[in-house]
């Protein structure tokens, strides 16, 4: 499969940078998913797709805005398209959020399922709101994606030989603490590490931050670490 990373920040974009949002397809390009559409993400994923008849589904991790804002958008685009509805899979709450999501979507809760060519699997985590990682498999690989996390006892299970997992590395290590809502640099290479996953990909970048020394932090416990960037495309 490849994932084409549509945004990398959180919970607010770099400059000329977009939010959390991801195109992830099958090698064959028949199967596309969206995991996530943050603010920003919509105009990336124009530049991917001819038409929204090519989008499987929209997966969201959860309802915070930094992960879902383009989705009320992507409702307008929606009304205007030939389609008669889009596959959308997303928490149930917070309640306020989940009323923003109109329109033509066919709104289904996260459940372990299948579409077109993937096998999708759901795991709640630990996070202020109802929050799911996502576990894909397609043509041989596994990519897991963290969503909004913290350490937890699921995630590390969820990871278990996955090759690629793209993870919440929201906090850098000097302000993470075991109370805060994401993991940092070290809690993500540790996570990659005991789960033996092959290649790890820090993203939920905040602009706070310097990406190179996040990247220089996580390679010193897990050397095959990249830090997300907008328009990378990588072969899982
Ligand atoms: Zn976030
Ligand atoms: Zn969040």
Request: hydrophobic residues 15%; neutral net charge; aromatic residues 14%.
């Given at each position: 499969m490849i994932l084409k990373i549509l945004g990398c920040n959180g919970p607010y974009p770099a400059p000329g940078g977009a939010c959390s949002g991801y195109l992830v397809e099958s090698d064959s390009g028949r199967t596309k998913l969206i995991l996530d559409l943050g603010s920003g993400t919509l105009s990336r994923l124009m530049e991917n797709i001819a038409s929204l008849g090519e989008i499987d589904a929209v997966i969201l991790s959860h309802l915070h805005f930094d992960h879902m804002s383009d989705v009320p958008v992507l409702g307008y685009m929606l009304d205007f398209s030939d389609l008669e509805t889009l596959k959308l899979i997303c928490p149930e709450t917070p309640a306020e959020q989940r009323k923003l999501i109109k329109g033509k979507f066919d709104v289904y809760p996260p459940a372990d399922t299948v579409i077109g060519e993937f096998k999708i699997e759901f795991v709640k985590v630990r996070h202020p709101v109802e929050t799911y990682a996502v576990r894909l498999s397609c043509d041989g690989s596994v990519l897991v994606y963290t969503g909004d996390t913290n350490e937890c006892a699921e995630i590390s299970l969820f990871c278990d030989g996955a090759d690629t997992v793209l993870a919440d590395c929201g906090l850098s290590g000097g302000d993470w603490s075991k109370s805060k809502p994401h993991l940092s640099p070290e809690k993500c290479a540790e996570l990659a590490r005991d789960a033996k996953v092959r290649e790890l990909i820090l993203t939920?970048?905040?602009?706070?931050?310097?990406p190179e020394e996040l990247l220089d932090e996580a390679q010193h416990i897990f050397p095959n670490c990249i830090a997300a960037e907008p328009g990378m495309q990588i072969r899982i």
């Open positions: 939920h970048l905040s602009p706070r931050y310097d």
